[in-house]
């Protein structure tokens, strides 16, 4: 099983921005699609960004213009760029993957443990 481990959260002024990373470990295996999602206190997990193998990404629209998803493949790794950040940002963000051992067809998803964003002055 491939592991997603997340870093990059923590506590920032409204307006401010933070930068969460999300490295999957291990070799023998290739990624698909990568995303995030996040959970605010009393809220289910929405999704916030996609973004495929070809680097075509969307976005929720509370986080567009504001968010940028990207990956850097070599490194396994992706990111969520979050600028401009708001109260209602607060909560658990959380990174997926979808992957495949190389050489078999079937695609899993991992999840990363998610890491806290909090924004507040």
Not at 52 to 64: A, F, G, L, Q, R
Not at 73 to 78: F, I, Y
Not at 86 to 115: F, I, M
Request: hydrophobic residues 30%.
């Amino acid at each position: 099983q491939v592991q997603l481990v997340e870093s990059g959260g923590g506590l920032v002024q409204p307006g401010g921005s933070l930068r969460l990373s999300c490295a999957a470990s291990g070799s023998g295996f290739s990624i698909n699609g990568m995303g995030w999602y996040r959970q605010a206190p009393g809220k289910e997990r929405e999704l916030v960004a996609t973004i495929t193998s070809s680097n075509i990404t969307s976005y929720e629209d509370y986080v567009k213009g504001r968010f940028t998803i990207s990956r850097d493949n070599a490194k396994n790794t992706g990111y969520l760029q979050m600028n401009s950040l708001k109260p209602e940002d607060t909560a658990v963000y959380y990174c997926y993957a979808d992957w495949r051992w190389l050489g078999l067809p079937n695609h899993k998803r991992s999840w990363g443990q998610g890491t806290q964003v909090t924004v507040s002055s």
